[in-house]
């Protein structure tokens, strides 16, 4: 059974960094491309980082320069670092695979106060 445990989510300052971790289990993790998503109140789910089984990586354009994803395949986990975080970063994170989807795990509340 997949389980996506998410955790180090926080209230910060505006400027303040947070660094969030992903540990998976119950999948050859080494092997699957990991997403970080967040959902802000009132919104739909997005994309925010991806990094492939090799190590390269994406970001949506409003975290590019201040968000790194990174991974630890000995460890089955996946970490998003963020810096100069803003209000408009406040959402609960999630990790996952692409589309399809394993079970979301509960997430890491992130709120940003101004």
């Known amino acids: 059974q997949v389980q996506l445990v998410e955790s180090g989510g926080g209230l910060v300052q505006a400027g303040g960094s947070l660094r969030l971790s992903c540990a998976a289990s119950g999948i050859i993790f080494s092997i699957r491309t990991m997403r970080w998503y967040r959902q802000a109140p009132g919104k739909q789910r997005e994309l925010v980082a991806t990094?492939?089984?090799?190590?390269?990586?994406n970001y949506m354009d409003s975290v590019k320069g201040r968000f790194s994803i990174s991974r630890d395949n000995a460890k089955n986990t996946v970490y998003l670092q963020m810096n100069s975080l803003k209000p408009e970063d406040t959402a609960v994170y999630y990790c996952n695979t692409p589309y399809p989807y394993y079970r979301w795990g509960q997430g890491t509340p992130v709120t940003v106060s101004s």
């Open positions: 990094i492939t089984s090799d190590g390269n990586t």
